[in-house]
């Protein structure tokens, strides 16, 4: 037997790195995973807990998470298994019967799905959940294995708590909310139909009622034979009990409730008798149709639907679909947590934010913010290397979000199209910072010419115009002295009072902007568009002569100025003295002259950097400060006061690696995997398999601490400067180059990568113990120029690349 691979007192992960093992359920926070396609998703935790939504989880909340509650992660998508000779009873997903004694538990999460697996009572017990490839629903497949010697005779109970829309609603108005609500059991679909019978779908706080009807019918149903139901959750739980000893399980009857208002539940009784050593293989299967269906059964297709073989085959399609999906990026380098988190969780992880965005978990519950413009252009960096398609359908939408002078939105909601302007000062510059990247994945030169109509406006303009004037918006908005008024906030979210009246400035605002500017260079030079070519050179080389008169602080750059002139982000200071953001991105726009960009990150290494990443400012602020803003009013040493924000200290490895630092940028990007941030567990508490937000810094008592896993700019820009810069498969316009950025250590590495319709494969080899630098290059054994190539010149779909260092 091979050792567990990175494991921890909870968990391991599979030989072949696809699924991640917890083999205690007892964690020190529920571990996540998400299940979704186009039209149906939800998370699921290694207790079966999370909830399940379609479109977005604000306005088309499918069913219940209760927030802040104790215990955690209730309610969840729950079959209990009942004894019928003894009486006992308990859950395949551990909760909610946390409490019975369990001879075996293990839970795997893998790409789309959960499995879990019990034993109790020497019952055996599997149960996998997942959302089909794309099917409107989800499918919990269940097997039960009888271990005893005698025939065992068991009743189910598989139930869920529904909410079926506005899921903030539900919050702040559940006892009017529960007027509209029907549950009842439709015996040709053997199925429970559920719906409600109005949609809230503002979020405003408001007494005005809107008049519109939830547009689905949601069906719940098993493939065992039915033999009892509950659509009302209090006569199925019971006066003064929970969803951990339902009345209707102990007592062995359902009482077929059906209801028009109260708290709905979807709940079903099945019976199974097990001889000795024989299993049962059924499944739960819940979808929703809309109304508009005349057939809705056969829109579910819900007769094959109904079928266990129908369902394996599924998930058969869905494992695939990840097969595929990962494919598209494959690396071997002597490094094992490197190509572990290269191969799987990282791309996986960026699958995730692509589509949940920073909304759809269980740190972001998804009630509050949509999908950020500033997220959306990032997030595609993953999912584009392997689903154009997607991306560019999703840039096309997120554009119409951007009003005619450039500025845009800062988040919208998908179902509702409406959004909120908040004039953070960077958000409109992703735009082409996420075109431009889309691009060099593509080449698809084809969406410039698109056209898509401005925000609130009848005017419309091409894709190109809009990137442009996303940029020239930002110039338009340069104080007096040339640096961006920073608004009310940047990629900083809570510098939000620096600059309200419009003259407070944003230095790493600066180098963002230069950096676009140089970033959408080589697509001017190719549009032929002479007059931006000459508009945004010239802002450029004003841009570096503008910080670096006004913005240098003696050691590094300063991160602000304040409406009143004063800056923010200086030696001088008490607290918030140096802030990541200016000293990496002061390297990674190019503004930053060597010596003092040497300087700046040589600051950053003092100051900043910690055993598990890098420190987003230093010392956190302790006093609030008014016109900094709400960084100042946030504990010190969590969140974006002080803590290691993994998307920014992420840049700070960017950084290292374009100064040529390239040891310690490796050495930093190896320490930020989670696989090695996690190692303390029981400090650490969030999931190891994937990057969290933040973790806590010395400044708080908890240092070490993970929160608000999942859905991180992280993910993608780990993803992305691991194989772009360290393993440096860089892409741009005119094709991709090979730029390795190593540890002087690896003699030899791997990579294979889909690119523009070919397969890249590519090897490495570093016979002198370099950093960088490619002296040799063949391809398909022609010796050729280390440089930029250009895949469509090439005949074949493999292109097999040895280049030596
Ligand atoms: C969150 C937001 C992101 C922001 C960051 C720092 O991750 O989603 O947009 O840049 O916090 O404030």
């Not at 689905?216 to 033999?227: A, D």
Request: net charge neutral; charged share 25%.
């Amino acid at each position: 037997m091979p050792a567990p691979l990175f494991p921890t007192k909870y968990s391991h992960f599979s030989d072949d790195l696809r699924e991640f093992v917890i083999t205690d359920p007892r964690t020190p926070r529920p571990w996540f995973n998400y299940m979704w396609n186009d039209r149906y998703a939800g998370l699921i935790s290694h207790t079966g807990g999370g909830f399940s939504f379609a479109e977005t989880p604000r306005d088309n909340r499918l069913t219940r998470m209760r927030y802040n509650c104790l215990p955690w992660d209730r309610p969840g998508r729950y079959v209990l298994v009942k004894d019928t000779e003894s009486g006992k009873y308990w859950s395949l997903s551990w909760a909610p019967t946390i409490d019975r004694t369990y001879t075996a538990y293990e839970c795997r999460h893998g790409q789309g799905y959960t499995k879990i697996k019990t034993e109790v009572e020497e019952i055996a017990g599997e149960i996998t959940y997942f959302v089909p490839v794309d099917y409107p629903g989800e499918v919990w497949r269940i097997r039960l294995t009888n271990r005893s010697a005698r025939p065992r005779s068991l009743q189910l109970y598989a139930f869920v708590e529904l909410m079926m829309g506005n899921a903030l609603n539900d919050i702040i108005n559940q006892p009017n909310d529960k007027h509209f609500t029907d549950v009842h059991f439709d015996p040709t679909a053997q199925a429970l139909r559920c719906t409600r019978r109005y949609w809230v779908l503002n979020k405003k706080v408001s007494v005005s009622q809107p008049n519109l009807e939830w547009p689905y019918h949601l069906y719940f149903t098993m493939t065992t034979p039915i033999t009892g139901f509950d659509g009302s959750l209090d006569a199925f739980i019971g006066r003064w009990r929970s969803e951990a000893n339902p009345e209707c399980v102990e007592s062995g009857k359902m009482k077929n409730t059906e209801i028009t208002a109260g708290d709905p539940v979807a709940a079903l009784q099945s019976e199974v008798t097990l001889p000795p050593g024989a299993s049962v293989d059924l499944a739960v299967l819940m979808a929703i149709a809309p109304k508009t269906e005349t057939d809705p059964l056969s829109y579910l297709n819900w007769k094959a639907m109904r079928n266990v073989e129908t369902l394996d085959d599924e998930f058969q399609r869905l494992r695939n679909k990840w097969d595929d999906y990962l494919r598209a990026v494959k690396v071997q380098t002597p490094d094992a947590d490197v190509n572990a988190m290269l191969n799987v969780w990282n791309p996986y992880q960026a699958a995730v934010t692509f589509d949940m965005a920073r909304n759809s978990g269980y740190y972001h519950g998804g009630l509050l913010f949509g999908t950020g413009i500033r997220d959306q252009f990032q997030d595609i960096l993953g999912t584009v290397i392997v689903e154009s398609n997607r991306v560019r359908a999703r840039l096309l939408n997120a554009l119409r979000y951007q009003f005619r002078d450039g500025s845009t939105l800062h988040n919208f909601f998908k179902l509702a199209d409406t959004g909120e302007k908040t004039n953070h000062s960077d958000t409109p510059l992703w735009i082409p910072f996420g075109i431009m990247e889309y691009l060099n994945e593509t080449g698809d030169h084809g969406i410039l010419d698109e056209v898509v109509a401005y925000h609130q406006s009848d005017e419309t303009g091409t894709v190109y115009e809009h990137l442009v004037r996303a940029i020239d918006y930002a110039l338009a908005n340069l104080t007096d002295r040339g640096i961006p008024k920073i608004w009310n906030g940047d990629w900083n979210d809570t510098l939000d009072k620096i600059g309200p009246e419009g003259k407070g400035e944003t230095v790493w605002g600066a180098f963002f902007l230069a950096y676009n500017l140089r970033k959408v260079m080589p697509l001017l030079r190719l549009r032929r568009d002479v007059q931006a070519q000459e508009r945004f050179a010239a802002a450029y080389e004003q841009l570096r002569t503008n910080v670096n008169k006004h913005c240098w602080d003696g050691d590094w750059y300063i991160r602000a100025f304040r409406d009143d002139g004063t800056p923010v982000g200086v030696a001088a200071h008490d607290q918030g003295n140096i802030f990541i953001n200016a000293q990496t991105w002061c390297v990674i726009s190019g503004l930053a002259p060597k010596e003092r960009g040497d300087k700046a990150l040589e600051s950053l290494k003092k100051l900043l950097v910690r055993p598990k990443g890098v420190q987003i400012c230093w010392p956190s602020y302790t006093r609030v400060e008014e016109n900094v803003g709400l960084i100042s009013r946030c504990v010190p040493g969590k969140k974006e006061n002080g803590a290691i924000f993994n998307h920014a200290s992420s840049w700070a490895v960017l950084s290292l690696l374009l100064n040529g630092d390239i040891e310690t940028g490796c050495d930093i990007y190896k320490r930020m995997l989670p696989l090695n941030s996690a190692k303390d567990i029981d400090r650490y508490e969030v999931e190891p398999y994937v990057f969290a937000e933040y973790i806590t810094s010395p400044d708080h008592p908890t240092e070490g601490q993970a929160s608000h896993s999942w859905l991180t700019g992280t993910a993608v820009w780990m993803f992305r400067i691991g194989l772009d810069h360290i393993l440096g498969l860089r892409t741009e316009l005119a094709g991709i180059s090979i730029d390795p950025h190593i540890p002087a250590a690896w003699k030899e590495y791997r990579v294979e990568r889909r690119f523009r319709g070919k397969r890249l494969m590519v090897h490495v080899m570093n016979p002198k113990g370099k950093n960088s630098g490619i002296t040799r290059m063949t391809i398909n054994g022609v010796e050729v120029s280390p440089g930029i190539i250009d895949v469509g010149s090439f005949a074949g779909d493999v292109l097999q690349i040895e280049a030596t260092m």
